[in-house]
């Protein structure tokens, strides 16, 4: 039994407390500035990746990603440091978790690479609800994957 609570511990995230923030700054879809205290700190939305500012939709995502945070005390759970030193975490902002609430509008994907733990289960059925109401970039007949995108260019 000791050795399974060991193993758990080395292949499981560690997760930190969430804490509490208020949104400065939004820099795409999935980026944005959150002051804790006196210092910003650049988070990367947990799980999702929205489309590029050049990308279609881009725009669109970082707009609907402000009007969901910018301004607002939100809880930021941090899950995680990406190669850039950024701080990725689960953003909570007025009762709702803003990465879902963009999947659900079709103004991002699932990371699928990058989204481990019990919540993006849910994203997965925002998702699929987005695409089937063909919700935001799924009213584009072959909407491209932000991390495709990237590789093409």
């Known amino acids: 039994m000791r050795s399974l609570v ?5 292949f499981l995230p560690a997760v930190a407390a969430a804490w509490p923030g208020k949104v400065v700054g939004v820099t795409d879809g999935d980026t944005l500035t959150v002051l804790r205290g006196q210092e910003q700190v650049r988070v990367r939305l947990y799980g999702i990746d929205a489309p590029e500012r050049r ?71 925002a998702q699929a609800d987005a695409k089937a109401n063909r919700a935001g970039l799924w009213a584009d007949p072959s909407p491209a994957p932000p991390w495709e995108w990237r590789r093409a260019k």
Do not use: N
């Open 6 to 10: 060991l193993l758990l511990c080395l």
């Open 55 to 125: 990308q279609p939709w881009g725009d669109r995502a970082r707009q609907v990603l402000g009007e969901l945070a910018y301004g607002q005390t939100v809880e930021v759970q941090e899950m995680d440091r990406d190669r850039y030193g950024r701080t990725v975490a689960r953003l909570e902002a007025q009762g709702r978790d803003v990465g879902r609430e963009l999947v659900r509008q079709g103004l991002a994907w699932v990371y699928e690479r990058y989204c481990a733990t019990l919540d993006c289960e849910a994203m997965r059925r």
